[in-house]
């Protein structure tokens, strides 16, 4: 990765290569990460943004692979360097995939425009297939993009860690009777993504309601739209995260003229 000669920089500058991760995370700001790498010429480099950016296992530099490391912002420039396990893994779906026969009475167009997974979420609710899978037909869309959190407190392992303001981003969420349905989207490629994309909102938005938060991951590859279910066992433990269910479809819509 680019970014592996920043992140031993880093790691030298702060003396990280000597901290017990066993006894405590380590927490660095923006600030700091700055100054270690301001003499690199390349933006991937030096960019706190691109630096941080460790959404998948893939992506961990690996002075953080080595050492079983993540990455996680606690507050807008701070964050805490955690050992353990920071990422949960998007299962390949073996069922035979479902015809899902979509409820609305006319075709769209627009919708055959362009590639993104929010156009291919916005087609899949538009069509029901979030409300059959869920089995609500309540569900109508009420959360998206960026937000900040409250300040919540939770463990990773056995270490305490707290978050305050945190941008966290949602690509949909809906809201039922009894139920409230945020929607992480991501490409076809993605094997696992870290956690804290789930959990963020998922604390976020039950401090927001007494319903039931449920949290979906969702995938379109080729013609078939993929869904996984997520819960938290414990609302205070990053890592109880589980999959409840999961399911694979392919949209069925009026014949065109």
Not at 122 to 137: H, K, W
Not at 212 to 227: E, P
Not at 230 to 247: A, P, T
């Amino acid at each position: 990765m680019a970014n592996n000669e920043s992140w031993n920089k880093i790691f030298q500058d702060y003396t990280i290569y000597a901290h017990d991760f066993e006894q405590a995370p380590f927490y660095i700001t923006a600030e700091q990460i700055k100054r270690s790498c301001q003499n690199f010429t390349e933006v991937g480099q030096k960019e706190v943004r691109i630096l941080c950016k460790q959404d998948s296992r893939e992506d961990r530099p690996q002075v953080f692979v080595e050492r079983n490391l993540f990455l996680l912002p606690t507050k807008n420039g701070e964050y805490v360097i955690v050992r353990g396990e920071g990422y949960v893994d998007i299962p390949e779906i073996e069922e035979t995939q479902e015809v899902h026969v979509s409820q609305l009475k006319f075709n769209l167009d627009t919708s055959l425009i362009g590639n993104s997974e929010m156009q291919h979420l916005d087609f899949a609710y538009a069509s029901s297939l979030i409300r059959s899978f869920m089995d609500d037909d309540s569900l109508v869309l009420t959360i998206r993009g960026r937000k900040y959190t409250p300040q919540f407190s939770f463990k990773v392992g056995q270490h305490p860690v707290s978050v305050r303001s945190v941008q966290t981003e949602v690509d949909a969420g809906y809201e039922g009777r009894t139920q409230v349905v945020l929607v992480e989207a991501k490409s076809p490629s993605a094997q696992n993504v870290i956690i804290r994309q789930l959990y963020y909102p998922f604390r976020q938005w039950q401090s927001c309601t007494r319903k039931q938060v449920v949290t979906l991951f969702f995938q379109k590859s080729g013609q078939a739209y993929s869904i996984w279910r997520f819960q938290f066992k414990d609302r205070e433990n990053y890592n109880s995260i589980e999959l409840v269910n999961s399911g694979k479809f392919v949209i069925k819509t009026l014949a065109h003229d």
